[in-house]
């Protein structure tokens, strides 16, 4: 079974541009988490998507967005790039949005902004 | 004030000898979950072990296992016969909320095994 898959690897943008970060959750999955690690940091909380609706945002500004299309599958957008946005954007996924469910992460997006 | 307390920012241990890594939390829920994570150099974070507020039964996979002391709001990994491959960064993380809608990761204790 495939697990949480994430797209680019790589990414890098200039300060001011936009960044499109996508993942495909484990097969059955409906629920995809977003996070963010900076450079020697521990993992921030993104966002919540749940059967297509945002569940919960962590403390990012609003140029930090994202949707989740009806196969589950979701994206992240980060407009107005700024250098400090530069980490490591991890997708997770778990079989439903209930508090005993694991998350599975996928490889991360590394996004260096400059 | 930190949810998730990682007191070890870095750890040695020899091969095939036992580890603990401490973690302490802090929730008013009733109702929440207790995950460990390994994160080794290539960045992936991958999922150790789960321990719920009502289970009365410390968790236990393979070589790991949770020391979950749920009045002192602890949840220390265990990981017995240390290998090399367990060198790694290790997260303690909580979810918690009315709908577990709330995320939260410690700051990680590197973890380093001696040959």
């Known amino acids: 079974e495939a697990g949480v898959t994430q797209s680019p690897t790589h990414l890098i943008k200039t300060r001011g541009q936009q960044a499109t970060l996508r993942c495909s959750p484990i097969?059955?999955?409906?629920?995809v988490y977003w996070y963010q690690q900076a450079l020697g940091l521990g993992l921030q909380f993104l966002l919540w998507?749940?059967?297509?609706?945002?569940?919960n945002r962590g403390n990012f500004p609003p140029r930090f967005s994202g949707r989740q299309f009806p196969n589950y599958s979701s994206e992240l957008n980060v407009n107005a790039l700024e250098l400090e946005d530069s980490a490591l954007y991890l997708c997770?996924?778990?079989?439903?949005?209930?508090?005993?469910?694991?998350?599975?992460f996928g490889p991360g997006t590394r996004l260096l902004v400059l | 004030a930190q949810k998730i307390t990682q007191t070890q920012p870095g750890m040695f241990v020899q091969e095939k000898e036992a580890v603990t890594l401490d973690c302490t939390y802090d929730?008013?829920?009733?109702?929440?979950?207790l995950f460990w994570y390994k994160q080794p150099s290539s960045g992936e974070m991958i999922f150790l072990i789960y321990?719920?507020?009502?289970?009365?039964q410390n968790a236990t996979e393979g070589r790991y296992s949770l020391n979950f002391q749920k009045a002192r709001k602890s949840a220390n990994l265990v990981i017995s016969a240390s290998q090399l491959g367990d060198s790694a960064m290790y997260f303690c993380?909580?979810?918690?909320?009315?709908?577990?809608?709330?995320?939260?990761f410690g700051p990680g204790t590197r973890l380093s095994v001696l040959p």
């Open positions: 998507y749940d059967e297509g609706e945002e569940r």
């Open positions: 997770a996924s778990s079989l439903a949005g209930l508090a005993k469910e694991t998350q599975y």
């Open positions: 321990q719920g507020s009502y289970d009365e």
């Open positions: 929730t008013s829920d009733q109702s929440y979950g």
């Open positions: 097969s059955g999955h409906t629920s």
């Open positions: 993380a909580m979810r918690e909320g009315a709908y577990g809608q709330n995320f939260v």
